[in-house]
Every structure is written in C-alpha cells, then in structure tokens.
C-alpha cells in the first residue's frame, strides 16, 4: 500500500482547525474516492483533482486511490483543499519525496488546466497553521501578500500545480507562460469602506450633530439620530469613520480576517488598517445583515463586517422588526452567533452602530408640510424596539439649519482632521484607563464595573441617585449615562467626570423620546 500525507485548514467562520489528507493507493476498483467531505461537493473536487494533475503532465494512478480527512467528523467546505488533496496523490504515488511536503500547510483551489487560484479566508486559515506550530503554508500567488500579515511562517506563492511539484522535488521552476501566473485575485468588496476626502465641516449648520458623531468617536457609543430629510444624518454618519484612529495591529488582523472570509480584501491593501463602514439597505435581509449560510458556508453579515468600524442603518423604521431586534445582543456583547448546516458559528460584531431616521415616513421639514396621517406619524418611530434603543448611549434630534446657524459655520468650521486629534486623545486617556483589562473604549465597560470600579466622585453621582429615586432614569440609563460621562472627561482631559459632564450625558441620553408599539 501506497501512501501520502499532506494538510490542509478547514475554516468555520473565521476559526480554523488543521486537517490531515491522507491518500492511499491500493489494489481494487480503480477510482478516487474522498472520504470526510460533504457529497455535493465530492464530484467536482475529484474531477478538479484528476484534471489538473493529468494538465500537469503527471500520471493520475489508475488504482483504487482513496482520500482521508481527518478529524471526520470536523465540517469541511470549499475549494481550498484542492492543493493538498493532489499533493497527497502525487506523494502516495512517489512522484513527490513524502518528507517534501511533511511539515508544510497547502491551501488552493485547482483549475482543470492545473492552475492554482485564489481563495477566500487565507489570512484567518495561516493564523490557524501558525497557531497550530506550523512554520511553512502554501498558498496561490494572489494570496501571498494576505497569507504574509502573519508573522512567523514562510509562505510560499505558487501559480500552478507544475510549479509546486518541481519546488517539491527541488527542481527550476518551469515555464508556464504569463497566462498560468496571472492567478484569479479577490475583488474588493464594493460597499468596504468610504472614501477618505469626507470631511465634518461640510456638515454646516449642525454644530450639535457634529458634536453627538465626535462622542460617539471618542467613547465608541452608538448613536440615533431622528430628523426631517435635508438634516444632515447621513452625512454625519458617512463622516463619522474619519474621526476614528486607525486600527491597531491585533484589530487589524481581525478585521482583515473577516473581509477574508468574503473575499472582500483590496488587492494593493491586505491589511485593512482603518475602520470600515457598513450601509445596508433597508430591504437587506437578516441573514445580509448578521449573517447566514450559504453554499454550505456561513458568512459574517454587515454587523460583523464593520467590526471596529461603522454600522450606519439608514431609515432605520424601515427594516424588519425582527432584523432589529436581533441586532441588540450582537450591539452589547460584541459578537454575533450565526446557525448554519455545520453549527453555529461566532463572529466579532463591535462596531459603531448609527440609527437614522425620520420622525415620520413622509420626512417633511415641518410638521405643517407633512402629509402623513396622524396615526401613522405616532406608530412609525414605535417601530424601534426599545430594547435597541436601551443600547444606543447617544439620542439626537436634528433640525433644519437655520440662517443664524450657517451663520455660526461660516465663521469657521472644525476639519475632520482636528476633531480626529481629539478623538484619538481621549481614546488615549480611556485605553491608559483600562490597560489592564480587556476593553478597548468606554461603552464595552461592563455595567457592575462601571457602578464599583471606574464610580464618579459622589458630587457628580448625586443627580444619578435622585434621577433613579423618581423614574427618570433606569438602571440600563444610568450605565449608559455613565459610560458617556467618562467620555466627556476624557475629551476634557480630566481625570473624572464632574457633575456638568454628568447633566451632559443625561441629556444625550435622553434626547428624543419615542412612543411605545402598542
């Protein structure tokens, strides 16, 4: 019996686990049969694998060739075994050495013409070999600069299946032509991120507005904002990503993992370092905004995607009340939970979350040009569940600019530029704060922890108590307003929050009421 082994990544969300293939060649009815995938996918990846060896100008056994993966029972999806599957062959076959490949993780879809080409969830598969004590990974050419962000593993870029064999066997690459090395690229994912030439003072006229984008920055709080057309909420929330700092290291992995999973990296940027932006239309569905399963694969959804960037939800009343509501877990804890045909699959979902929305289906500018029936106005805001609402720090209503406003601007407006130096700042303030937890900003501070650890002087807590005494104030209120009132010191420079920045955080909190659904 002729055997050969290789390995391989199986990726489950943006988690990925090492796989052994094994191959073996032995007496019976000639064939190749794979073991430990899913059926539907078993044909095509038998038939890639045959094809591209026979267009590589080797011999395919004509044995009875049997391929494991191991462990069986972990789910396997995608082309991305295809490179190892062929090697496995090849080894179990003698045409590679079987100590060549021992120590190596080969990740790649085949084309039939023996052409090695590009996968999604490269970055997330090399994290998974190197954690795993794997020091060489092979991927396509047109993964190299991804699988590269990773530190401490050789990677090795190939264009063709003809090529790894003679790196294999330690022979000169052969000459496969420019078509061969040209390899199939990612496409950048079309909705990754906005353009960095938007600036908050074209925002004119709502210095309030500005004010409520520039705290959401700085403490990671999300935000609603309610206003007629023409005021400025989309504005603010497109502009809100370039107050943000750029991403450190660790969250730029992260990030960058999960446009990955979805193909969805820039070709000349690899590593996603600034926070990205996320705009789903209203009639995007559940699984588009939280993810979902699809092709047997389950893929993050929006939420995830602008993980440590900007989630901006626009005509908010408009999405399925279902939809928003799932969306509360994922906003307070920061990871969403997504079921698919192989289990249920976590994903990183801390992003800024901006709630736009009209106060009523029609968005007059004044209550006397709207149109809609009195019933309607009073039952569309109801649409928010409040317990999304209960999580969004920031309430702010916006009104039309009025001349004395424009006014105000044109004496001079602050760039995004400046108020990204303040937010930075404070974020600075916040993370010496917390160094020695887990947290990154002041709205992921736990409630307990922010009642017992991080508690204002009792001047500035005075107003809390009696606002909890007599209602206006609940205790979910009462650790949001806390969490904004941290904020406001730490744009202030102070070391703690005093009682105006306490009034402050009331009021942001408490912006805009809206009716109850019944």
């Not at 939420?303 to 009340?321: K, T």
Request: charged residues 20%; glycine residues 8%; hydrophobic residues 45%.
């Amino acid at each position: 019996m002729d055997m050969g082994r290789t390995r391989a990544i199986a990726l489950l969300g943006v988690e990925g686990t090492v796989v052994d293939v094994e191959a073996s060649i032995t007496d019976g009815t000639a064939g190749l049969h794979l073991m430990g995938l899913p059926e539907t996918a078993r044909d095509q990846i038998r038939d890639r694998a045959r094809a591209a060896i026979f267009n590589s100008d080797q011999h395919f056994p004509h044995r009875h060739v049997a391929v494991n993966f191991f462990p069986i029972s972990l789910p396997k999806h995608g082309s991305g075994f295809d490179l190892a599957i062929a090697v496995a062959i090849l080894t179990a076959s003698g045409t590679i050495p079987a100590q060549a490949c021992m120590s190596m993780v080969l990740i790649g879809e085949l084309g039939l013409d023996g052409r090695v080409r590009s996968v999604p969830g490269v970055l997330p598969a090399v994290l998974a070999a190197v954690d795993a004590g794997v020091t060489v990974v092979v991927v396509p050419d047109a993964n190299v600069a991804e699988a590269s962000l990773v530190p401490g593993v050789e990677v090795i870029g190939v264009s063709s299946l003809r090529e790894l064999i003679a790196h294999l066997r330690g022979l000169p690459p052969p000459d496969d032509g420019d078509d061969v090395h040209e390899g199939t690229p990612h496409t950048a994912h079309p909705a990754a991120g906005l353009p960095g030439a938007l600036d908050l003072a074209e925002v004119k006229g709502h210095a309030s507005g500005r004010r409520a984008v520039e705290v959401a920055a700085a403490g990671g709080h999300h935000l609603a904002l309610v206003g007629p057309i023409r005021t400025g909420a989309t504005m603010l929330a497109e502009r809100l990503p370039g107050l943000l700092p750029d991403l450190d290291h660790d969250a730029a992995l992260e990030v960058t993992a999960l446009h990955s999973v979805v193909g969805g990296l820039p070709l000349d940027e690899p590593l996603m370092t600034r926070p990205p932006f996320r705009a789903p239309h209203h009639t995007s569905s559940r699984a588009a905004i939280l993810g979902g399963s699809r092709s047997h694969t389950v893929h993050p959804g929006a939420v995830s995607l602008a993980h440590r960037g900007v989630l901006f939800l626009e005509d908010v009343p408009e999405f399925a009340v279902q939809t928003l509501a799932s969306l509360v877990r994922p906003l307070e804890d920061g990871t969403v939970r997504v079921s698919g045909d192989c289990g249920i699959v976590a994903f990183p979902a801390r992003p800024i979350a901006v709630l736009a929305a009209h106060p009523c289906p029609c968005g007059a500018p004044t209550s006397q040009a709207c149109t809609c029936p009195s019933g309607v106005r009073q039952r569309y805001l109801a649409r928010l569940p409040q317990s999304l609402l209960n999580r969004v720090a920031i309430k702010h209503r916006l009104a039309p600019a009025s001349q004395a406003d424009l006014r105000r601007d044109l004496a001079g407006v602050e760039s995004s530029r400046r108020v990204a130096d303040r937010v930075k700042a404070a974020r600075d303030r916040a993370a010496h704060r917390l160094v020695d937890t887990s947290w990154r900003t002041n709205d992921e501070v736990p409630g307990p922890e922010l009642r017992h650890r991080f508690t204002p002087p009792a001047q500035a807590t005075a107003m809390l108590d009696a606002a909890l005494s007599d209602g206006r104030l609940t205790p979910r209120g009462l650790d949001q307003v806390l969490r904004l009132s941290w904020t406001f010191a730490d744009l202030a420079g102070s070391t703690a929050p005093s009682p105006e920045d306490i009034t402050t955080a009331m009021r942001m909190w408490d912006g805009f009421s809206v009716p109850s659904a019944s």
